[in-house]
């Protein structure tokens, strides 16, 4: 009767990525939630502050047994972000947590003017980023919050891969001078091949290759690992693949490194085309004089289309077929 | 009692298939749809003058959804009314559909688009002001939730329209006492209402929020001239099926098999008792 839940891969990539040797792990959201509780269990001066967000944001269990140490705010996005920078300017280390959506349209003069220009270092955390709402539609979706805090002086803006780089996301964000934007989907996720350790502003490289690169961020990563690993085996084609978990500050070196050596380059996200990671490595490229043959995976600038985050995602070609289509059509151009 | 019973009959069905609506889409606001659906059933059947033939006319009522999150019972009321035909909710929710999970105006019948709490209010106060600016006769009804209220937006709103003398303005506050996290008063409370409305310059009047007689009575005519009006509906969240009423966590509950079909047996048991008793 109610529509199975689709999955995220085909069954062809879940084929791939066991090939690969990945294994399912839990939504970077019960990660992120686990890691921010044993910070609270260590450091009284941890608060998380909440929009009638404690369970979305998996909080249940911290206000439980943390009860001094969660402040909420009810449904006021703006109250939220205001108060976490007054919390951060009296030295408490402050996680607001709300869906990424509100965060980052509702409160946005808030995080402008009291969080990064202020310079109070409150950890943003959206959760259910990207179109991980799937079908509640546009009101709930966040495509634009790359965009909008890009155009922000002062904020660092983390979307972690896999449970791996959440966990030392929400590390590094507790102990940061500065104010940082995190954000996480609510959707099982395969963790990625380990590669080194996790530094803001550093791309992991989950893949060599020199024929092609995805410069991937967020939940897409996985897609384009799986896309890159077909590639190769369809095309051989040998594809880079980074996972950059922070948009900014942007590794720049590995991005202008991929973009010498590789004759293509793909970027992916789960946002808009515009203002995001995508235009980011476009204006390093083009402003270091590189041509090369370029292209944005992301969500188009249209009306989203209705569906759950995997139709959506399947809709738009943010998918290992999806994305091995689109560098084939690039390099064959 | 005649014109009760005949609403009471039209609440009970719309339970039915907003549950199913739920139930298929597999996603859903249950327990605010249940406790708002007698407003819209006395919005749409008694007091707004609008019809899909009017609906472009610029002097209809206006009706906008600030808790959008309740879309299934505004759904399903706009296909009663023949806004659209009720084989569309089919596809609520599907890949492609027009009928996203909040109201969208890709659905005919739907003002305003809406789903972020807090937007009802102003856009309803830009709509009243330019019914006064154009001494048009419509008047504007916006629906908000209790816990919605802590949205600063609505205060504004609120001073505005009391400004403006808005007197062509209702709103109407779902007051069920939950929210997601639990007891609105526990989160962040909202009350006292009546003293909150009334010092920003609105004409309040509280009722039970089931009880159509009151709700007619406070929606009919504005409550007070040269002010906006807000009725606090004191509702149950989840009303009408007894395993949801008063409980949080059917905020967004999907009934499981076994649930739905109790409910739907709850609904035919109170439809057949009434349908029993002669008019
Ligand atoms: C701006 C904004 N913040 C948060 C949400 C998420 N949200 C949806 S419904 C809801 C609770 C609403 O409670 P209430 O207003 O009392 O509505 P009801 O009880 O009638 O469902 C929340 C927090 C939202 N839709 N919009
Ligand atoms: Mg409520």
Same mark, same amino acid.
């Given at each position: 009767?109610?529509?199975?839940?689709?999955?995220?891969?085909?069954?062809?990539?879940?084929?791939?990525?066991?090939?690969?040797?990945?294994?399912?792990?839990?939504?970077?959201?019960?990660?992120?939630?686990?890691?921010?509780?044993?910070?609270?269990?260590?450091?009284?001066?941890?608060?998380?502050?909440?929009?009638?967000?404690?369970?979305?944001?998996?909080?249940?269990?911290?206000?439980?047994?943390?009860?001094?140490?969660?402040?909420?705010?009810?449904?006021?996005?703006?109250?939220?972000?205001?108060?976490?920078?007054?919390?951060?300017?009296?030295?408490?280390?402050?996680?607001?947590?709300?869906?990424?959506?509100?965060?980052?349209?509702?409160?946005?003069?808030?995080?402008?003017?009291?969080?990064?220009?202020?310079?109070?270092?409150?950890?943003?955390?959206?959760?259910?980023?990207?179109?991980?709402?799937?079908?509640?539609?546009?009101?709930?979706?966040?495509?634009?919050?790359?965009?909008?805090?890009?155009?922000?002086?002062?904020?660092?803006?983390?979307?972690?891969?896999?449970?791996?780089?959440?966990?030392?996301?929400?590390?590094?964000?507790?102990?940061?001078?500065?104010?940082?934007?995190?954000?996480?989907?609510?959707?099982?996720?395969?963790?990625?091949?380990?590669?080194?350790?996790?530094?803001?502003?550093?791309?992991?490289?989950?893949?060599?290759?020199?024929?092609?690169?995805?410069?991937?961020?967020?939940?897409?990563?996985?897609?384009?690992?799986?896309?890159?690993?077909?590639?190769?085996?369809?095309?051989?084609?040998?594809?880079?693949?980074?996972?950059?978990?922070?948009?900014?500050?942007?590794?720049?070196?590995?991005?202008?490194? *991929?973009?010498?050596?590789?004759?293509?380059?793909?970027?992916?996200?789960?946002?808009?085309?515009?203002?995001?990671?995508?235009?980011?490595?476009?204006?390093?490229?083009?402003?270091?004089?590189?041509?090369?043959?370029?292209?944005?995976?992301?969500?188009?600038?249209?009306?989203?289309?209705?569906?759950?985050? *995997?139709?959506?995602?399947?809709?738009?070609?943010?998918?290992?077929?999806?994305?091995?289509?689109?560098?084939?059509?690039?390099?064959?151009? | 009692?005649?014109?009760?019973?005949?609403?009471?009959?039209?609440?009970?069905?719309?339970?039915?298939?907003?549950?199913?609506?739920?139930?298929?889409?597999?996603?859903?606001?249950?327990?605010?749809?249940?406790?708002?659906?007698?407003?819209?059933?006395?919005?749409?059947?008694?007091?707004?003058?609008?019809?899909?033939?009017?609906?472009?006319?610029?002097?209809?009522?206006?009706?906008?959804?600030?808790?959008?999150?309740?879309?299934?019972?505004?759904?399903?009321?706009?296909?009663?009314?023949?806004?659209?035909?009720?084989?569309?909710?089919?596809?609520?929710?599907?890949?492609?559909?027009?009928?996203?999970?909040?109201?969208?105006?890709?659905?005919?019948?739907?003002?305003?688009?809406?789903?972020?709490?807090?937007?009802?209010?102003?856009?309803?106060?830009?709509?009243?002001?330019?019914?006064?600016?154009?001494?048009?006769?419509?008047?504007?009804?916006?629906?908000?939730?209790?816990?919605?209220?802590?949205?600063?937006?609505?205060?504004?709103?609120?001073?505005?329209?009391?400004?403006?003398?808005?007197?062509?303005?209702?709103?109407?506050?779902?007051?069920?006492?939950?929210?997601?996290?639990?007891?609105?008063?526990?989160?962040?409370?909202?009350?006292?209402?009546?003293?909150?409305?009334?010092?920003?310059?609105?004409?309040?009047?509280?009722?039970?929020?089931?009880?159509?007689?009151?709700?007619?009575?406070?929606? #009919?005519?504005?409550?007070?001239?040269?002010?906006?009006?807000?009725?606090?509906?004191?509702?149950?969240?989840?009303?009408?099926?007894?395993?949801? #009423?008063?409980?949080?966590?059917?905020?967004?509950?999907?009934?499981?098999?076994?649930?739905?079909?109790?409910?739907?047996?709850?609904?035919?048991?109170?439809?057949?008792?009434? #349908?029993?008793?002669?008019?």
């Amino acid at each position: 009767m109610s529509a199975p839940a689709p999955s995220m891969h085909s069954a062809a990539a879940k084929t791939r990525a066991e090939k690969l040797g990945l294994r399912l792990e839990r939504a970077n959201l019960d990660e992120f939630a686990d890691t921010l509780l044993a910070l609270a269990r260590t450091d009284a001066n941890v608060v998380a502050v909440t929009s009638d967000s404690r369970g979305s944001g998996k909080l249940g269990p911290f206000g439980q047994q943390h009860p001094k140490q969660i402040v909420e705010m009810g449904i006021a996005e703006q109250n939220l972000v205001g108060v976490a920078a007054g919390l951060a300017s009296a030295g408490k280390i402050v996680f607001a947590v709300s869906p990424a959506c509100f965060l980052t349209a509702r409160a946005l003069e808030q995080i402008k003017n009291d969080v990064a220009y202020s310079d109070n270092p409150v950890v943003l955390v959206g959760i259910s980023a990207g179109v991980s709402y799937g079908a509640l539609g546009s009101t709930h979706h966040s495509l634009h919050d790359f965009a909008v805090l890009r155009a922000i002086h002062n904020v660092a803006i983390v979307a972690p891969a896999d449970n791996f780089e959440t966990r030392e996301a929400v590390r590094l964000a507790a102990v940061a001078e500065t104010p940082v934007y995190l954000r996480f989907g609510k959707a099982p996720l395969y963790r990625l091949p380990s590669a080194g350790t996790f530094e803001l502003g550093r791309a992991r490289l989950l893949r060599p290759g020199s024929d092609a690169a995805f410069v991937a961020t967020g939940e897409t990563v996985i897609h384009a690992l799986l896309a890159a690993d077909f590639l190769k085996e369809r095309n051989g084609i040998e594809c880079r693949v980074l996972s950059v978990p922070s948009i900014r500050p942007l590794d720049t070196g590995a991005v202008l490194d *991929a973009a010498r050596t590789c004759r293509a380059l793909v970027t992916v996200e789960e946002h808009s085309v515009h203002g995001g990671l995508g235009e980011a490595c476009a204006a390093l490229i083009a402003e270091a004089g590189l041509a090369r043959r370029f292209g944005i995976a992301g969500l188009p600038d249209e009306d989203t289309v209705t569906g759950s985050q *995997a139709e959506i995602f399947r809709h738009y070609g943010l998918t290992m077929e999806g994305l091995a289509e689109k560098m084939t059509g690039l390099m064959s151009r | 009692m005649r014109e009760e019973r005949e609403l009471i009959l039209k609440s009970l069905r719309y339970r039915k298939e907003l549950l199913r609506v739920i139930k298929n889409a597999g996603a859903g606001h249950t327990g605010g749809d249940l406790s708002c659906i007698d407003i819209l059933n006395v919005l749409y059947n008694r007091i707004l003058r609008v019809s899909p033939k009017t609906f472009s006319d610029p002097n209809r009522d206006r009706y906008v959804q600030s808790k959008g999150h309740c879309v299934e019972a505004l759904y399903v009321v706009l296909a009663d009314r023949g806004f659209f035909p009720a084989e569309e909710l089919e596809t609520v929710c599907r890949h492609g559909s027009a009928f996203v999970g909040h109201p969208t105006r890709k659905v005919p019948g739907v003002e305003q688009n809406t789903g972020a709490l807090g937007h009802g209010l102003p856009l309803c106060t830009g709509m009243a002001i330019a019914g006064k600016l154009d001494g048009a006769p419509y008047r504007v009804f916006t629906l908000l939730g209790d816990g919605e209220l802590a949205e600063g937006s609505n205060w504004e709103a609120a001073m505005a329209a009391a400004h403006y003398g808005l007197d062509n303005l209702t709103a109407i506050v779902d007051c069920n006492t939950l929210q997601i996290s639990g007891h609105t008063a526990d989160v962040m409370n909202s009350e006292p209402l009546e003293a909150k409305w009334a010092s920003f310059g609105w004409a309040v009047r509280r009722v039970p929020g089931h009880d159509f007689g009151a709700l007619i009575g406070a929606l #009919e005519h504005p409550l007070e001239k040269g002010k906006p009006s807000v009725v606090v509906a004191n509702t149950t969240k989840g009303k009408g099926i007894s395993f949801m #009423e008063n409980v949080a966590k059917w905020h967004h509950g999907v009934p499981n098999d076994d649930e739905y079909a109790r409910a739907i047996a709850e609904l035919d048991a109170a439809i057949s008792a009434l #349908e029993g008793v002669p008019a």
